[in-house]
């Protein structure tokens, strides 16, 4: 079981970016898959969550600029980033919830994580 994530760079204030999450050895439409994000110094923080009945959820500073989804032929998870801004700055990991249909915005909630990838908002 492994989630990879993928997607960062480098990109101007109000710019965007595309993250996916590819998961292999399961399928993540069974399971609720969160993206969580760690700025320098700070602790792992909840963005956004997309559950097994594609029900979504973000957090509130995210709201309306960021949109989670699925491609259930890629076993893919995306996170779809607009008007960045340079608090967006961080190492986005996405993380897998085997309970599927629950709202999960702790850490403790996930039992799969993948290596993170480093987006950087700067002019």
């Known amino acids: 079981v492994q989630l990879q994530a993928s997607g960062g760079g480098l990109v101007q204030p109000g710019g965007s970016l595309r993250l996916s999450c590819a998961g292999s050895?399961?399928?993540?439409?069974?399971?609720?898959i969160g993206w969580f994000r760690q700025a320098p110094g700070k602790e792992r923080e909840f963005v956004a969550c997309i559950l097994s009945s594609n029900s979504t959820y973000y957090y509130q500073t995210v709201k309306g600029r960021f949109t989670i989804s699925r491609d259930n032929l890629k076993n893919t998870v995306y996170l779809q980033m607009n008007s960045l801004k340079p608090e967006d700055t961080g190492v986005y990991y996405c993380?897998?919830?085997?309970?599927?249909?629950?709202?999960?915005?702790?850490?403790?909630?996930?039992?799969?994580w993948g290596r993170g990838t480093l987006v950087t908002v700067s002019s």
């Open positions: 993380a897998g919830d085997s309970r599927g249909d629950k709202i999960a915005t702790l850490v403790l909630d996930y039992d799969y």
């Open positions: 050895g399961f399928r993540l439409d069974y399971y609720a």
